[in-house]
């Protein structure tokens, strides 16, 4: 615990980041961008099995958006599909945007990817963040695992009653059970807690009762941080 | 004298199911109450028309004297009146234990020393040192249990209602209970199927079935006479 970095730095600085890399029309910008990410994840750990199955889930949307780009983007055509011309232009467009993307998910993913969805909520109610977009951003994440866990629950359930899974019209009328079940369930749930919280007083506002501690480290790496930002905006826009 | 919480001919019903015909409750401070009944009787719709939860289709809620009416009416009363839900899981939502004891404090807008101090006063009560900093999600059921009465302890309630609060608590926590029960509240009402836990911890014991309440028996507790249900022994 004692090494943790303030979460409010990572955060300031991953949107800093990603503001420069999303603006810049430079390859070395791109190619540096991507390069530091590949150091922070390194660094942070991850694993490179979940950290590529992840990549891969973003990149397939991705690649839907970006895959029109060769064909609409005007320049020299290289290849002719029936009325469709692939350019050289639009082609290396679509590669900077994919790379881009990538750059600012591997940074975001490297340095807020570890941390838990608590630290994160209460960083950004310090940096002033209005309360109703944290709280947005916490009760989804908070209630994404219990449905998860309540969904969990239902299916063993199910499968602990000779449940199997098949592609059969029987199947799918279990599935349409266990799925109305979930949302009636998460319903009665999201309302309950929201009675708890009412009769402990809340009016909208979240009060946050664990603040941060600046340490001197804190200080070391928002500096670092600041001239490797300062660095790539030179290199951006100069 | 008026009590503290008045309900006076309170008529409710389900779409389903008719509850209460008439019903009358009053709730004094130094008062501990227990509550039987059959299942579906409507013993958790009661503690939620006190809360304002749900609104009653007839008749009327009174708290110290004052007619309750509308939604903001009853902000005051659920100040002083705490509930502990009977699903711990209902009821803790924040991150950690020590922000989950905290959120009700910081709502009543209390400064942060006398919220730093409620925080200590509640984890030293349920025993709860070293607790601080866990994720309320991990917790297991019965300190789960415990904490959740510790988010309401926290708001110094006068007056505790508890709806079923020994479910999957063990021996040594059923212990806690009793004793902070015993020796550290003296206002509440209890929700339970345990006739014996009751009889320990009540001085009287009513039956609710088919929207009636009736006295069932006397409970061994003593009376107290207090005007803030929580109270630590020095």
């Not at chain 1, 239902?154 to 499968?159: D, H, P």
């Not at chain 1, 300062?230 to 290199?235: G, K, R, T």
């Not at chain 2, 509850?19 to 501990?32: D, E, H, S, V």
Request: with cysteine; charged share 20%.
């Amino acid at each position: 615990m004692a090494q943790k970095r303030d979460p409010r730095i990572d955060i300031i600085f991953t949107f800093l980041f990603a503001l420069i890399v999303a603006t810049s029309f430079r390859w070395s910008v791109i190619f540096l961008g991507f390069l530091t990410g590949l150091g922070l994840a390194f660094a942070s750990r991850l694993s490179l099995k979940k950290t590529l199955k992840q990549f891969l889930l973003a990149d397939l949307f991705l690649l839907m958006v970006v895959i029109t780009l060769p064909f609409t983007t005007p320049g020299q055509g290289i290849v002719r599909l029936g009325p469709l011309v692939l350019t050289r232009e639009g082609l290396l467009f679509a590669l900077f945007i994919f790379l881009k993307a990538n750059t600012i998910l591997l940074v975001t993913y490297a340095l807020l990817g570890p941390k838990n969805i608590f630290e994160i909520a209460h960083a950004l109610h310090h940096l002033k963040v209005p309360s109703k977009l944290v709280q947005l951003l916490f009760f989804t994440f908070r209630y994404l695992s219990l449905l998860e866990k309540e969904f969990q629950k239902l299916l063993e359930a199910a499968k602990l009653r000779g449940f199997s899974p098949k592609t059969a019209l029987s199947s799918y009328r279990v599935w349409s059970y266990l799925l109305a079940a979930l949302f009636v369930r998460s319903y009665d749930r999201a309302s309950r807690v929201y009675e708890a919280m009412l009769l402990r007083g809340y009016r909208g506002y979240f009060p946050v009762w664990h603040h941060f501690a600046w340490q001197p480290r804190d200080t070391f790496w928002s500096i670092l941080g600041g001239i490797y930002l300062i660095f790539m905006a030179s290199l951006a826009y100069l | 004298m008026t009590p503290l919480v008045e309900l006076k001919n309170i008529s409710f019903s389900y779409p389903e199911r008719p509850l209460f015909t008439k019903l009358n409750l009053a709730l004094w401070p130094g008062q501990r109450l227990g509550l039987i009944g059959p299942n579906g009787a409507g013993k958790t719709t009661l503690l939620r028309l006190i809360l304002g939860l749900e609104k009653a289709q007839g008749g009327e809620i009174l708290f110290e004297g004052h007619l309750l009416q509308k939604e903001k009416d009853f902000y005051p009363l659920r100040q002083k009146i705490g509930l502990v839900f009977q699903d711990p899981d209902d009821q803790l939502f924040c991150p950690t234990v020590e922000e989950d004891l905290a959120f009700g404090p910081l709502n009543l807008g209390l400064s942060r020393e006398e919220v730093a101090r409620r925080l200590a006063e509640v984890i030293e009560l349920l025993g709860l040192k070293g607790f601080e900093k866990r994720y309320t999600y991990k917790l297991s059921g019965g300190e789960k249990r415990l904490v959740a009465l510790g988010t309401v302890l926290t708001m110094r309630p006068q007056f505790l209602l508890l709806d079923e609060p020994t479910g999957d608590l063990d021996q040594k926590n059923l212990e806690k209970l009793l004793f902070i029960l015993k020796e550290h509240l003296s206002s509440y009402l209890i929700i339970s199927h345990d006739l014996a836990f009751l009889e320990e911890v009540c001085t009287e014991i009513f039956w609710l079935e088919e929207g009636k309440l009736t006295f069932f028996k006397e409970g061994k507790a003593g009376k107290r006479q207090a005007f803030s249900s929580f109270r630590l022994l020095n």
